[in-house]
C-alpha cells in the first residue's frame, strides 16, 4: 500500500499546506472532516523541532476551528499512532496525525448523511463511510471556505 | 466514576511532574508502561500556549526515551481522545494523553509477562492487564529511574 504520506495528494484531497505540514482528506468518511496531518519530512515524533511543532497546534487550532463552523463538529479525537510503518522492515515511521472530528448530531451533506453513533465513546475503526471523489471534493471546499 | 485528571494521583501512579504537565501510571498495563500525561489546569488542547505545548513535547521525548532504556518499547501510540467527558451534561473536558508504549518483543518483569500481540497494528482496548499496586510500583519506580 503506497504511504499516505509519500504519496501525492489529488486537489480533491488536499485541504491545506503550510511550511512543515499538509492536511489530507481521508477517502473514509465515517466521522465527517476525517483527515490526515502529515508531516512533510520524514522524522520521528520526538524529533519534531519547535517551529514544525508550533506550526502543527496552529494548523490543529485552524482545522477544529474550521470544522465547528463548516459542519458543527463537537469535539474531535487527534492521534499519532504509526503502527502500520512497523509491519516494514526496516520500519518507515513517518510523521502524522490522525484528525477525526466528532458530533453529537446527525449531519446532511453533499446528498449523504453522517452519524456519529459512538459520541462520546472511543472510535470505531470498523465503520466505514467511503465517499466518492465528488464528495470529497465538495467536503474539502468547505473546510477550505472556513479555515 | 472519578476523573483520572482531578483525582490526585498515589505515589504508586505518580512517575513524573513538570509546571504544567503529570504523568500517571495506568492502572491497565495490557501495553507495559501505559500512562497518562494530564494538564494541570482544565482546559481545551486548541486553548495550550505556547509554554505548555513545547513542556509537552519535552516531556514527551523523555518518556519515549525512559521507556525504551526501561523496557526497550520499540515504539509509541499517543492519543489525545477526551471522548468520555462528553458522557457528561455539560461536558467537562481536560486535556490529557494517553501514552501506550508498543513492543515487538516480550517483556518480563515484576514476575509478570507483558506481550504485545497487536504490535504494527492498532492497540486493542478490549485486552486488559490490571495489575497490583506492588507491580505498580516497581513500573513507576523503573521509568523513574531511566526518566
Known amino acids: 500500500m503506497e504511504c499516505i504520506c509519500c504519496k501525492k495528494p489529488d486537489e480533491n484531497e488536499l485541504i491545506s499546506e503550510t511550511k512543515f505540514w499538509k492536511v489530507i482528506l481521508a477517502s473514509d468518511q465515517a466521522y465527517l472532516g476525517r483527515c490526515y496531518v502529515v508531516l512533510k519530512r520524514r522524522g520521528d515524533l520526538a524529533e519534531l523541532n519547535d517551529e514544525e ?8 487550532k485552524r482545522l477544529e476551528s474550521a470544522l465547528r463552523k463548516a459542519f458543527n463538529a463537537t469535539m474531535f479525537n487527534w492521534t499519532c499512532l504509526m503502527n502500520n ?16 472530528p466528532r458530533y453529537n448530531h446527525k449531519v446532511e451533506f453533499a446528498g449523504l448523511v453522517f452519524e456519529d453513533p459512538e459520541f462520546a465513546h472511543h472510535y470505531n475503526r470498523v465503520r466505514k463511510q467511503e465517499v466518492s471523489n465528488d464528495v470529497k471534493r465538495k467536503i474539502v471546499e468547505r473546510i477550505k471556505e472556513n479555515l
Chains 1, 2 share one sequence.
Not at 53 to 60: A, P, V
Open 85 to 100: 510503518a512497523y509491519q516494514n522492515k526496516p520500519p518507515n515511521p513517518h510523521v502524522h496525525w490522525h484528525f477525526r
Open 53 to 60: 511543532w508550533l506550526d502543527f497546534r496552529e494548523l490543529l
